[in-house]
């Protein structure tokens, strides 16, 4: 299954942006999470979202971000609000554990869509 993210873009400090992914082939039973990767550092999963639903968000992201899916369209999306310089980074739509946790090892990453904030 390959995975299009987009939807990135310059936004100033407080701003939002909405993230999608858009999935060649179904993800329904799969979780799945938005991953991140800032110049410089390593790349993070900041929000995942279990087949059944359930949420689980980074530290830095929560109560601004939310993660949402739509099985039958096999889409995902990151809605991003009050965002900060620092969410600025390439961001990644990828497969995570059933549960929720970042894969060890994942070697389809794409693109990704960057996102810049301005302060």
């Known amino acids: 299954v390959q995975l299009q993210a987009s939807g990135g873009g310059l936004v100033q400090a407080g701003g939002s942006l909405r993230l999608s992914c858009v999935a060649s082939?179904?993800?329904?039973?799969?979780?799945m999470g938005w991953y991140r990767q800032a110049s410089g550092n390593e790349r993070e999963l900041v929000a995942s979202?279990?087949?059944?639903?359930?949420?689980n968000y980074a530290v830095s992201v929560k109560g601004r971000f939310a993660i949402s899916r739509n099985n039958a369209k096999n889409t995902v999306n990151l809605q991003m609000n009050s965002l900060k310089p620092e969410d600025t980074a390439v961001y990644y739509c990828?497969?995570?554990?059933?549960?929720?946790?970042?894969?060890?090892?994942?070697?389809?990453w794409g693109q990704g869509t960057q996102v810049t904030v301005s302060s």
């Open positions: 082939g179904s993800i329904s039973s799969r979780g």
């Open positions: 990828a497969p995570t554990t059933p549960w929720g946790a970042a894969l060890l090892r994942y070697d389809y």
């Open positions: 979202i279990t087949s059944a639903g359930s949420t």
